[in-house]
């Protein structure tokens, strides 16, 4: 397995709460990515990182912030969580090139209640 | 943007036949072409990818077809057994490095 690590795995917060979810990776991949993934909706991105202190935005990225300081690692903020983000997300790198691999880590379920 | 479309959303066989999977895509400059399996619990993972210069690829009882005049492409699995039941994602890529992913197809192989 690619190493990235997502923690936590598993998260229950309240609605109006600030979460922050991170991805470390040992890969030393240029690219990092947050997807959150829901029934019916498939894998939609919410942001991504293309270098450190670089990011742009996704398709889903209202409500949503994320951070970069090192290469390994890729932080993504909810600011005040709502029921709409309950999800399964998903951080996923990717190394240069057009034909690379996205190796994605094991999820994070998030339930904001 | 990209736009990627995948049927069906469901697919159930019996084990030993067939299972194809079907993706349409909009941006005519796409040039690579992967599928994801998704197990129960865990991430996605690549299991074949095409690039746009190929017709066709095989991987044991895994295939790709794509189509570049009609922008689609195509997942085939041969002799299915229970372990290939999973979710599949299609994806085409657009600027910025970015993967635009389909919806998915849940495949069940009934033993």
């Known amino acids: 397995d690619a190493g990235i690590t997502q923690s936590p795995r598993h998260k229950v917060t309240e609605t109006g709460t600030p979460v922050t979810l991170r991805c470390h990776q040992t890969?030393?991949?240029?690219?990092m990515y947050w997807y959150r993934q829901d029934p019916g909706h498939g894998l939609r991105l919410i942001h991504y990182?293309?270098?450190?202190?670089?990011?742009d935005k996704g398709e889903v990225s209202d409500g949503y912030s994320v951070s970069r300081s090192k290469t390994e690692d890729f932080l993504l903020t909810l600011e005040s969580a709502t029921s709409s983000q309950t999800s399964v997300y998903f951080c996923a790198t990717r190394d240069a090139g057009s034909y690379t691999e996205a190796f994605f880590g094991q999820g994070t379920r998030l339930t904001v209640v | 943007g990209e736009n990627v479309e995948q049927h069906p959303s469901t697919l159930s066989v019996q084990e030993g036949d067939s299972a194809v999977i079907k993706c349409t895509y909009s941006d005519s400059a796409s040039n690579y072409f992967p599928w994801y399996k998704q197990e129960l619990g865990k991430g996605p993972q690549l299991i074949i990818d095409i690039r746009s210069n190929v017709g066709e690829k095989k991987d044991q009882r895994i295939a790709v077809t794509l189509n570049k005049t009609a922008k689609h492409f195509s997942l085939h699995i041969t002799e299915t057994q229970p372990e290939d039941s999973a979710v599949y994602f299609c994806a085409a890529p657009q600027a910025g490095n970015m993967l635009t992913f389909g919806g998915g197809t849940r495949l069940m192989v009934k033993p």
């Open positions: 990182s293309y270098g450190v202190k670089d990011t």
């Open positions: 890969e030393n991949h240029r690219y």
